[in-house]
């Protein structure tokens, strides 16, 4: 019964995200609102639920963009809000932000939450083989369809570029990436 107003919720939210902006404001204010580390932590479980429980379910594409991009814009918030203090090492959710986003654009906004990750160190060292392979794998994959297996000397080039990548707001930019997937 549990699982299926879960989904029944998801359905509602993928129906409104899907034609409507992500309501920004509204997410800030509920991570302002968490003021201990158990509530910090049971919003972190709660985004990894939504991402493992729905996201890597969904075929829909559009249906996936509309959780894959507020998931990443979430993650940050508790970044920008509470600072690197809120990530604890054992937490994998920016992971697999990036790696379940298939958005160019919203993976190269999200970038620099991966680095604050492998500053803090843990589980981003070692998933998916030692860092940055898994997260580098997963950008290439996404634009190029191109597999960086075994070619561990193209990594320092590659965090290079992606450290050089001019940004301005990582919200705004996930926030754009999101209506340009609307309008396509």
Not at 168 to 184: A, E, R
């Amino acid at each position: 019964m549990k699982k299926n107003s879960l989904h029944l919720l998801v359905c509602c939210f993928l129906t409104n995200f899907s034609f409507s902006q992500i309501p920004i404001d509204d997410y800030r204010a509920e991570i302002q609102d968490l003021k201990s580390e158990s509530q910090l932590k049971n919003y972190w479980n709660k985004l990894e639920k939504i991402d493992q429980d729905i996201l890597v379910n969904i075929t829909n594409l559009k249906a996936a963009d509309s959780l894959s991009i507020p998931n990443m814009i979430r993650t940050s918030l508790l970044f920008d809000i509470h600072g690197i203090d809120a990530y604890k090492p054992n937490n994998v959710l920016p992971i697999f932000n990036l790696s379940h986003n298939y958005i160019e654009q919203s993976q190269i906004a999200f970038w620099p939450i991966i680095e604050k990750c492998a500053s803090v160190g843990g589980v981003i060292q070692s998933f998916g083989g030692k860092y940055p392979a898994y997260q580098l794998e997963s950008v290439s994959l996404t634009f190029y369809n191109y597999s960086l297996i075994n070619q561990e000397l193209k990594y320092p080039n590659l965090i290079d570029k992606l450290r050089k990548i001019e940004r301005n707001n990582m919200i705004d930019d996930l926030s754009k990436s999101y209506q340009y997937q609307n309008k396509l």
